[in-house]
């Protein structure tokens, strides 16, 4: 076990007993280290603003106040890499913003020493996005608020041939990927029907305040197809 998985098992075999706490002796042997590992590795964990503090009374000992920690958090250093990762090659996808802060909040809720770990071990992986696809985060936004919110939204597009569609209103029903691409799918006011609009073309976006009718995905796009699926949490 290096240091990193140490402070953070010994947050944790804190965190576990309550108010009990336990003593450096017991976490000196739970650990195989020295009593002065575990002063060391105490301190490390306050400084890092872990709320650690020391018990008085017969052999001492250390608490994590429960009250000013959220339930045991485990990242590890692949699980940021991951999500990295899918950063870097689908930095166009719809909520990429969202996960990017996702990455720095999971960063931040590492041990001591975690998130360098992790950044040394993300320097061997490398990706080569495509230049040629990519939205513009702000229309992605955009049309991600509209479909949460569920709000017509006025887009410029340019479809396959060049062609370009000005202040065109559609309705935003959701996303999907698939080739390679990510689109939106929308009901088009103007065609009256779903259309998919691929969302690096989408050259513009604004969000109207005009309601849009709860229309069903399967009703309009037919079902999802036998090798695809929807995103599950």
Excluded at 46 to 63: D, H, I, N, T
Excluded at 85 to 100: F, K
Excluded at 186 to 211: E, P, S, Y
Aim: hydrophobic share 45%; charged share 25%.
């Amino acid at each position: 076990m290096n240091r990193t998985e140490r402070l953070y098992a010994i947050a944790e075999a804190l965190r576990a007993a309550g108010d009990d706490g336990r003593t450096g002796e017991w976490l000196a042997q739970r650990f195989e280290v020295t009593p002065r590992t575990i002063k060391r590795d105490i301190t490390a964990l306050q400084q890092a603003g872990r709320p650690v503090f020391g018990l008085g009374g017969r052999g001492g000992g250390y608490r994590m106040d429960a009250a000013a920690t959220l339930p045991p958090i485990a990242f590890t250093a692949g699980e940021a890499i991951a999500i990295a990762t899918l950063m870097s090659v689908q930095g166009d996808a719809p909520y990429a913003a969202e996960g990017r802060r996702a990455l720095a909040k999971v960063l931040a809720a590492m041990v001591p020493g975690g998130a360098s770990g992790a950044a040394t071990i993300a320097g061997r992986v490398w990706t080569r996005p495509d230049p040629g696809r990519r939205s513009s985060s702000r229309s992605t936004q955009v049309l991600e608020e509209a479909v949460a919110r569920q709000v017509v939204v006025v887009i410029d597009y340019l479809d396959g041939a060049g062609a370009e569609s000005r202040r065109r209103p559609v309705e935003p029903m959701g996303f999907a990927h698939t080739r390679g691409s990510w689109y939106l799918m929308a009901w088009c006011r103007w065609r009256r029907a779903g259309r998919w609009f691929r969302l690096d073309r989408i050259v513009r976006a604004d969000l109207t305040t005009q309601a849009a009718p709860d229309r069903d995905l399967a009703e309009v796009f037919g079902a999802i197809p036998a090798d695809a699926h929807s995103v599950e949490l």
